[in-house]
């Protein structure tokens, strides 16, 4: 039997009941609001006290209300049809709403319960199987969803039917497991999870290793990620976040991604879901939203639902993980997720942090961060979620609570600038500041040795210090005037700005340059670390500041240029001709 309660307390959207009965730590329960009921989840329990945190807007709560408590937590729904979906941190479909606004107390079905779907079966009569075991597969839109024993499943079970090929829905009945006792388990094509938990239905978790190429030359030659990485992108507001977002999540080398707009301003929300759509993919030709979803719950929403948004996002990504497929997660901004971490903690008068916010915040941040990764299932495949969140800190202090936190479990830190996003030079994320500790990897060393030669590490290496030396002697100039300083500092500042234009900078809304290959990003970081490693002969600062600016524009021409075609080798031999001009032998 249910327990049920009375509302005895309301302050905002934290409701103070008082059960009848044994409740939950993160149980669900619905609060009968004149007529409607608003979903809640329990975050704390004192005695027979429940304290919940309501989903919906409390507006016409009284003390006396009754609420009823489900006995499971927060769950999303996992089946064939989540993709090209646009979903709430409920996961409710957002299409299948009604009108422009939200209502309360208005829930819907996340999948549709009327589809056939074209069921080929994979495991046979007979076959001994556990939870996240392959039973078959469907069709959706071009990739592969299969179908598994649900999570929950404990131990080992035997197949004693199961469904031949044709069209079902996704409650059909399409496999009958019985377990060691005997006992019979009907399976279908949908199963729950909860959010709050991870799925941890693989054999192995190992180190990631292998690179995500993502087109955008700053990440995968300079900070790359890999397949199961995590990393993140602060910035001021206007220093690109959502256009590098944007470049990843369309050029990204995954299978699926999942976008949660948890806290984000409604218009830029109201874009992602205008430009999703529109968006061609660039490894199929077909729309990307076919492979993508979208979990949105802007900043305007109740907090608690945007709390929950990076759950549920996250335990969609860990299914699709399980079924062998690369997941690319990108949060938008995990500093509103903190921020509706606070306002609960502030309501519940614990004992605040550092900027208010909870005490356990890096816990928090840890946890989920460790959701993501790279695993070998226990059919020998392997799938991953990779998860790049982005934070918006307050006036850009990267020192604030949410960013050092992040930084503490995050292998990829991407930091946007603003004196760079000022000056135009995107993405604006910072060359010396900005790291990926992958590349201290030995496992990834191995790994992109194979795909880039064995000195790869060391040109990138070499890149990075010479970076810092220009800033170094950039600032000297600053100080001292052109002037002031010897004229081999001149000729070290130009080839490090050298790097910036050709290697850090890339034009996202120019066909050709948006992305680039991993052999063309080779071609290119060869050719300018050949130039930095040349000797020149200079009469003056002057001198030396126009050769460079040519130089600079030369190649850029080369990067708006198809590789190897016949503009770009006609700007290559005008560059070697450059070279060889001024250069000392």
Request: hydrophobic residues 40%; glycine residues 8%; aromatic residues 10%.
């Amino acid at each position: 039997m249910k327990t049920t309660g009375k509302v005895i307390g309301v302050v905002s959207n934290l409701v103070t009941i008082l059960a009848d009965g044994p409740v939950g730590q993160n149980e669900i329960c619905f609060v009968n609001v004149i007529g409607r009921e608003l979903m809640a989840e329990v975050i704390k329990v004192e005695g027979n006290h429940a304290i919940v945190q309501v989903f919906e807007s409390t507006r016409g709560m009284r003390v006396g209300d009754t609420a009823r408590f489900e006995q499971h937590m927060l769950e999303v729904q996992l089946g064939p049809g989540l993709l090209s979906r646009n979903y709430d941190g409920l996961q409710n479909d957002l299409d299948k709403m009604k009108g422009v606004f939200l209502s309360r107390g208005e829930y819907t079905d996340p999948l549709d319960r009327e589809k056939l779907w074209a069921f080929k079966p994979i495991a046979k009569v007979g076959d001994s199987v556990e939870a996240a075991s392959w039973l078959g597969e469907v069709d959706e839109n071009n990739q592969p969803h299969k179908i598994m024993v649900p999570f929950v499943f404990k131990g080992s079970y035997q197949v004693k039917s199961i469904v031949g090929a044709g069209e079902y829905t996704v409650d059909s009945v399409i496999a009958v497991l019985t377990d060691a006792e005997g006992k019979e388990y009907e399976v279908t094509m949908v199963q729950k999870w909860p959010v709050k938990r991870a799925i941890t239905a693989y054999s192995e978790k190992p180190r990631p290793f292998k690179l995500l190429e993502t087109g955008v030359r700053v990440i995968d030659t300079m900070n790359p990620i890999v397949e199961g990485g995590t990393g993140f992108i602060p910035g001021a507001f206007g220093t690109g976040k959502t256009v590098l977002q944007h470049a990843i999540s369309k050029q990204a080398e995954a299978d699926i991604v999942i976008i949660a707009a948890c806290g984000e301003r409604a218009n830029e929300v109201v874009e992602i879901f205008k430009e999703f759509p529109e968006l061609v993919d660039p490894h199929t030709g077909r729309k990307l939203m076919e492979r993508t979803i979208l979990v949105a719950n802007t900043s305007n929403m109740p907090v608690a639902a945007r709390e929950a948004s990076v759950y549920t996002a996250m335990t969609m990504a860990e299914y699709y993980r399980s079924m062998g497929l690369k997941v690319l997660l990108m949060a938008d901004s995990t500093s509103r997720w903190a921020q509706a971490l606070r306002e609960m903690s502030n309501r519940l008068e614990e004992l605040p942090g550092p900027d208010g916010f909870p005490m356990d915040l890096s816990a928090i941040i840890a946890n989920f961060y460790a959701r993501a990764g790279y695993v070998r299932l226990n059919n020998g495949k392997t799938g991953s979620v990779t998860f790049i969140g982005t934070v918006s800190p307050a006036g850009g202090n990267l020192k604030e609570p949410v960013t050092e936190n992040t930084q503490k479990v995050a292998r990829c830190f991407y930091a946007l600038e603003q004196d760079r996003a000022d000056k135009k030079r995107y993405p604006a994320v910072n060359p010396i500041d900005s790291y990926s500790k992958y590349i201290e990897y030995p496992e990834f060393a191995e790994e992109i040795a194979k795909i880039m030669g064995k000195d790869w590490i060391e040109l990138v290496s070499e890149a990075k210090r010479r970076m810092l030396r220009g800033r170094e002697v950039a600032e000297q100039i600053n100080i001292l005037g052109d002037d002031g300083v010897p004229l081999d500092h001149h000729e070290t500042f130009w080839k490090s700005e050298l790097i910036d234009f050709i290697i850090y900078q890339q034009d996202a809304f120019d066909d050709i340059d948006q992305i680039t290959p991993l052999e063309r990003q080779r071609f290119m970081m060869e050719l300018v670390m050949d130039i930095c490693a040349t000797n020149f002969e200079f009469e003056d600062f002057e001198e030396v500041s126009d050769f460079f600016k040519k130089l600079i524009n030369v190649l850029k021409q080369m990067n708006y240029s198809i590789f190897k075609g016949e503009e770009f080798e006609k700007y290559h031999n005008e560059a070697k001709q450059m070279i060889a001009t001024q250069g000392v032998e």
